[in-house]
């Protein structure tokens, strides 16, 4: 008798705290990966990532697309949180930082900073799936059309499947750019395969 009435308790209070789950706002935000929605010639996908690896990571340039690192357990400079910890901010946790406009001008770069509230700090990603910085700029963040992975700038060709490939990223005048280089996609749980 003793035994059911503790599975009763049990089972009440699981269901009481399961409501409580349920009905609590989230205040938790998915990670993911910005992906560039077109491959450009790499099967493996295009996304935002943050320059260097680990302990080369460098936070004082600017950030670069890079193919999306297919092992989950190496993917800490590409991942990131959209709209945390404010509503609008680009945020990767493993190094605390925002993605941050500096200024938000044709042909500017696109940073990691420590987050603020700043408006060089929020960002929408429209329906569409351009990056814009928020405001009335006309601007969205897009891909070089060039790739600037070491070894194409050296004249070697990558090999497919092996080498990575890199490209710079900037702001630049939304209607002025083709859709394959400014078009994004979050891939909320793409942090595990």
């Known amino acids: 008798m003793i035994n059911r009435h ?39 996908g295009i996304c935002f990532d943050i320059t260097g690896f680990r302990d080369s990571i460098d936070l004082d340039v600017p950030i670069q697309v890079h193919t999306c690192k297919p092992n989950p357990q190496a993917r800490e400079d ?6 945390h910890p404010q509503p609008g901010n ?27 509230d700043a408006d060089t700090q929020k960002f929408d990603l429209t329906d569409d799936g351009e990056l814009r910085p928020v405001g009335e700029s006309g601007l969205c963040i897009a891909v070089s059309p060039s790739p ?12 497919p499947g092996v080498t990575f490939v890199a490209r710079a990223v900037s702001f630049a005048a939304c209607d002025g750019v083709d859709d394959s280089l ?8 793409a942090t595990a395969e």
């Not at 560039?36 to 790499?42: C, F, I, K, S």
């Not at 590409?78 to 709209?83: G, K, R, S």
């Open 6 to 44: 503790r599975f009763l308790l049990a089972a009440g209070f699981t269901g009481v705290f399961a409501s409580f789950i349920a009905i609590a706002p989230a205040d938790h935000h998915d990670e993911g990966m910005m992906r560039l929605v077109h491959e450009l010639d790499e099967s493996r």
């Open 148 to 159: 600037s992975h070491p070894a194409i700038r050296s004249g070697r060709t990558p090999e």
């Open 78 to 83: 590409e991942v990131f949180l959209m709209n």
């Open 182 to 189: 400014k078009h994004w996609n979050f891939s909320a749980g």
């Open 90 to 116: 680009i945020y990767n946790k493993t190094y605390d930082v925002c993605i941050d406009a500096v200024a938000v001008v044709e042909r500017g770069s696109v940073f990691v900073r420590p987050c603020s």
